[in-house]
């Protein structure tokens, strides 16, 4: 059995493209991820906001594959039962992380698709890109995809 966590962009970060993508690309990821490891499980985060969190679980659960949800208690980074204990409890428990995360913001500007977490200009910074530097650190195998907040999905 691996844990797969599958981690990313908040629900206000996402445009009705950009989940139309994230929802297309999570539903391939959890098949391919089956068809490599057998059994899996689905680790999320339970995001009180939606996004990706919200996105894998539900795709998780159409599929019949297993999940588990670490959801903060509190709703903040700093406290002990926040945002980041929960980011740490998914990359400690995960075999395997991937990062959903997308390019550009709703509102596109210049400065949005900066992440502070990892120095990257591809991405709008999220807490799941924090988990998977954490993931990282822990030797845990972290993969990072980029979701089109913007263009139609075409014939990929």
């Given amino acids: 059995m691996k844990f797969i966590a599958i981690v990313g962009s ?16 999570i539903q391939q990821l959890i098949s ?6 057998g059994e899996i499980t689905i ?3 339970g995001c009180p906001y939606g996004g990706v969190d919200a996105i894998a679980e539900g795709t ?3 599929l019949g594959v297993p999940i588990l949800i670490f959801k903060p ?16 409890q998914i990359a400690k428990q995960s075999d395997i992380v991937h990062v959903v995360v997308v390019n550009q913001l ?10 502070y ?3 990257s200009k591809g991405h709008v910074p999220s807490g799941g890109c924090w988990t998977g530097k954490y993931a ?10 980029v979701i089109d907040n913007h263009e139609e999905l075409t014939n990929k």
Wanted: proline share 4%.
């Fill in 32 to 37: 391919s991820e089956e068809k490599k490891h």
């Fill in 106 to 115: 709703p509102q596109p500007d210049t400065e949005g698709n900066y992440c």
């Fill in 136 to 145: 990282e650190q822990l030797g845990k195998e972290t993969k990072w995809h």
């Fill in 73 to 88: 208690k509190a709703l903040n980074w700093s406290d002990p039962s926040g945002f980041k204990a929960r980011n740490i």
């Fill in 117 to 119: 977490h990892c120095h």
């Fill in 10 to 25: 908040s629900g206000s970060k996402l445009t009705k493209i950009g989940e139309t993508h994230a929802r297309k690309y």
């Fill in 43 to 45: 680790v999320s985060g």
């Fill in 60 to 62: 998780a659960k159409q």
